[in-house]
């Protein structure tokens, strides 16, 4: 949302202060403003614009309101529009409004300029919340929820939007006295140009966006309770599949290197209770703890194209009790910590908070389904025990003055004749305004069992060493960065996303960007690149890379980037040359449909046989609100490697989702996903044993329907199946099916 900022200039800033007003009332939320504690409460005006325009005033009135009654932190924002009936919304699943008109508030509780809370709402009454940071540039994690009511209302002079916050679902100071937040009011006003309005006055020279913002001070009434929450869950489910039966041949031999999928086997219904606990010990220390959790993904992950491809694919972590207080283990240059390598726990509990200048962290749990990543400096596959795992993560970090930090996080998994652990200490230094930089070092030891030490070529005990470095210089108008990794060979971070070691890397960078006015064609453009180069611990050359890149921005809420790569990248013993050009857009031609598309083109390694081929890869997306109702999304991956004496691969890959929103609280929810690869087996130089199938197709489709009345009081039903086609097989063969249902209620106490 912000471009990154200096802390520095805080004290030149001047700041605003409001009191906040307090009173004994409750509203009930619903959009009308009728209360009369309205008409007494802390009022504040948006009237800034910060994007595209730099801190001029808006064109369009917007007023919010505040006060808050001991319980909760009340807000009302009157949104004023002269054309009502062009306001964009639509009925949204949670952290699904970015597209819309909508309006909100950002919250920096502990008054430390270095992270908050973000809270918005369009005018359908569509929720999103947000953990962010600012100590190295504007960061934003949408997985963060929290449990608060909304509502909002069209109006014949705009719209009316209503909040209330309870403050068991806030982090501040543990305080008897009165407490100071930093404060912004916010609006996203998207027509054809995406207007960003402000209560403060952003100045794109300061190098941080929280000490700029605003300060309400009061309080005095907060009453925080025993805030103890529990979360009793219910799952219901049952898999049906076709297991795998040899092959009899027509001389009534058995194909012993293939297989084929037998008759549909009923599955037992599997009835999994569970309860997730969250005590709010302090205002500013909270415990969550959870028993039996049924960590079922009710909603499919984004589709992946996985081919010509040597690491290990990404996902982003989507389960409750592993969100709240993800960021307290955060670190400042590595992925430590992924918890979506603790695949199938029994129980976990986690202790997190801040108190004045130290944040913590403590987490322990167990998994059934022992994954991790093993690295390589060319590549990475996921490795996988068939035994239980024990798991401790602890994380401390301190702010030092008013930019600064420094901390360390630890982190243990074991099992029989297997563990892991890793040591770190990172940190954040800046000298100036524009200037700073960010470290990491790190060790990790590691005992391997003898199947990882077989399938993975790997002693029985490993242990390295990572060091990170960054230096960063930022103003207005540019930018320049510099960038140092050391990743020895035994490196390892098996709870942590890390897919690359044995490696020095050496990174120079910048950007320069201009800026336009509102109404011209072009609000926004400007250029980037960056050369780099890395060795293997020995000191030989693995791959040297030279990019540049041009973007630009402006009416229909369009932006495209494109730009060239050259590398000379070393593999398998042998040195390419790699030379590609690649191009993203996207565009609004007009109001709920999104349009976007990325290409590349040029030279690749084909990575299966060592050589070097033509590359060409296409991803178009299609987002329509088709009405307030009913919302389509499409992305299609396509992809295909020429190589001497033809086409090796053409892949193919279709994501598509179909959601119908009754109303704020009921879903049903529609996805299909389609791969086809298919590859020319003549052009192939591996041993017969080694050869891939010649045609391969997957599918999946999953019909769910989901009642929310917040983020942990729900109800899930859905059906989902699964099937797929190789050589073996004439057609797509469905092999699985799912039936499940799903309940939680959160009790507040």
């Known amino acids: 949302m912000f471009a990154s900022t200096s802390q520095a200039h805080a004290t030149e800033y001047e700041k605003k202060s409001y009191q906040l007003t307090s ?322 726990p029994d129980y976990g509990v986690k202790l997190t908070g801040k108190t004045n200048e130290h944040s913590y962290g403590l987490m322990v749990a167990n998994d059934n389904n022992t994954t991790f990543i093993m690295p390589d400096n060319q590549g990475s596959d996921l490795a996988e025990l068939e035994e239980k795992s024990d798991i401790a993560i602890a994380r401390y970090k301190v702010d030092v003055g008013e930019r600064n930090n420094i901390g360390v996080l630890m982190t243990h998994r074991s099992a029989p004749d297997y563990n892991n652990t890793l040591a770190s200490v990172d940190g954040s230094y800046w000298f100036s305004e524009t200037d700073s930089i960010q470290y990491q070092v790190a060790h990790s030891e590691s005992k391997n069992p003898d199947e ?76 980037w690149g960056d050369w780099d180069k890395t060795y293997d611990q020995d000191g030989k050359m693995l791959e040297q890379e ?15 980037n494109f730009g060239i790569v050259h590398r000379e990248r070393f593999y398998d013993d042998e040195y390419f040359d790699e030379t590609q050009l690649m191009a993203y857009a996207r565009v609004t031609p007009i109001a709920g449909l999104k349009l976007e598309g990325f290409t590349r083109y040029g030279k690749q390694i084909d990575f299966t046989n060592t050589r070097l081929g033509d590359v060409f890869d296409f991803e178009p997306g299609v987002s329509w609100d088709v009405n307030e109702h009913l919302h389509f999304h499409v992305r299609h991956n396509y992809s295909h490697l020429d190589v001497e004496g033809g086409r090796l691969f053409t892949a193919n890959q279709t994501d598509l989702r179909l959601g119908y929103q009754f109303d704020m609280r009921s879903i049903l929810k529609f996805v299909v996903q389609y791969t086809d690869i298919e590859r020319n087996l003549d052009l192939y130089t591996l041993d017969k044993d080694d050869m891939p199938d010649e045609r391969g197709r997957y599918f999946s489709t999953q019909l769910v329907y989901s009642y929310k009345i917040n983020p942990q009081t729900l109800f899930y039903l859905g059906y989902s199946d699964g099937g797929y086609q190789d050589d073996n097989l004439d057609s797509i063969v469905r092999d699985q099916r799912t039936v499940f249902t799903k309940f939680s209620y959160a009790w507040q106490l």
């Open 452 to 527: 990882i030490q077989e399938d993975f070529e790997v002693s029985e005990k490993q242990a390295g060493n990572a060091l990170s470095l960054g230096y960063s210089h930022e103003t207005r108008d540019y930018k320049l960065r510099a960038g140092y990794n050391n990743i020895s060979d035994g490196f390892r971070a098996d709870l942590g996303f890390h897919g690359r070691v044995g490696y020095e890397k050496l990174v120079l960078g910048g950007r320069q960007t201009w800026y336009g006015e509102a109404d011209d064609s072009l609000t926004q453009w400007g250029y």
């Open 23 to 344: 009173h004994k009332a409750d509203i009930s939320v619903d959009g009308k403003m009728d209360e009369a504690v309205w008409q007494q409460a802390t009022k504040m005006e948006l009237a800034y614009e910060n994007n595209p325009g730099e801190g001029i005033l808006t064109d369009v009135k917007t007023e919010i309101y505040f006060f808050e009654n001991g319980d909760a932190f009340n807000v009302a924002i009157k949104a004023y529009d002269p054309n009502p009936e062009e306001i964009r919304a639509s009925l949204r699943d949670r952290d699904a409004l970015w597209t819309d008109d909508n309006v909100g508030i950002i919250v920096d509780t502990f008054n430390d300029e270095r992270s908050g809370y973000e809270f918005f709402v369009n005018p359908m009454g569509a929720q999103a919340d947000m953990r962010m940071s600012d100590t190295n540039g504007w960061r934003e994690d949408d997985s963060w929820d929290a449990i608060w009511d909304s509502a909002a209302q069209i109006t014949d002079f705009g719209y009316v939007v209503e909040m209330s916050i309870p403050f068991n679902a806030l982090r501040f100071p543990d305080s008897n006295g009165p407490l100071t937040w930093n404060i912004a009011g916010w609006r996203n006003y998207p027509r054809d140009v995406r207007k960003q309005m402000a209560t403060y006055k952003s100045d794109r020279n300061i190098q941080c966006n929280l000490c700029q913002f605003d300060q309400l001070k009061g309080f005095e009434t907060v009453e925080a309770g025993n805030n103890f929450q529990l979360t009793p869950t219910l799952t219901i489910s049952r898999q049906d599949e076709k297991p795998q039966r040899d092959i009899v041949l027509p001389n009534g031999d058995i194909d012993e290197d293939n297989t084929v999928p037998g008759e549909w086997e009923n599955g037992d219904f599997d009835v999994e209770p569970g309860l997730d606990i969250r005590w709010g010990i302090t205002q500013d220390m909270v415990l969550n703890a959870t028993i039996n959790p049924d960590f079922s993904q009710v909603e499919a992950d984004a589709g992946q194209l996985d081919v010509n491809n040597t690491f290990s694919l990404f996902y982003p972590e989507k389960r409750p009790f592993f969100l709240d207080g993800a960021s307290y283990f955060d670190t400042t240059r590595f992925n430590f910590v992924h918890t979506r390598n603790i695949a199938e």
């Open 546 to 560: 030279v990019e540049i890149h041009a973007n630009l921005q402006g009416q229909k809420q369009f932006y495209t």
